[in-house]
């Protein structure tokens, strides 16, 4: 997992299923005989199984991996590499899903999927939805609209105080 991937790579990967192999895993003497398993495919809500769909196993490998951070994440971590830490493999798991670098790669991922990200603007777009980074778009395209924002008068309601949900920070 250490070569450099072209987009016509990335797009062949993304073409084909995700690589979770069925087990029997190989037991680790090293970790208590511990291994990978099935289960890690998916996570248990109060409403039921969720499919992980970013988290693969390589059997060359023997390691579970991202599919989504091995291919878009500018971060080499252990998720893009491999990780066979059996034993802390679920805290993993879970620290990773809500990483930055994670949602970015796997926002990316899902463009792809859908065929739309070959635009690298749009990917971009994807990467500081902060409240300084979407006040720094709306500054961009005053800019680029050649409106001086000196000029800029006003203040605008929409009922909230707020800017909720999953981008949420800037003030109204």
């Known amino acids: 997992m250490e070569k450099t991937l072209t987009d016509e790579d990335k ?18 003497s090293n970790q208590n005989d511990r291994s990978f398993s099935e289960s890690y495919y998916s996570s248990t809500t109060k409403y039921g199984p969720v499919n992980r769909l970013w988290l693969c196993y390589s059997t060359v490998l023997d390691a579970a991996y991202c599919e989504s951070c091995w291919l878009f994440s500018k971060l ?12 802390h493999l679920s805290s993993r798991i879970e620290e990773d899903s809500k990483s930055k670098a994670h949602i970015e790669a796997c926002s990316v991922h899902d463009l792809w999927r859908k065929n739309r990200a070959i635009d690298k603007n749009l990917e971009e777009e994807l990467k500081d939805h902060s409240a300084g980074g979407t006040a720094q778009e709306v500054l961009n395209i005053l800019k680029n609209l050649d409106i001086s924002i000196e000029k800029c008068y006003g203040q605008g309601y929409d009922g909230v105080r707020v800017m909720s949900g999953a981008y949420n920070g800037v003030n109204a």
């Open 11 to 28: 797009k062949i990967i993304i073409s084909l299923e995700p690589n979770k192999p069925k087990g029997p895993f190989p037991k680790d």
């Open 76 to 87: 080499c971590s252990h998720w893009s590499k491999g990780l066979r830490d059996w034993k």
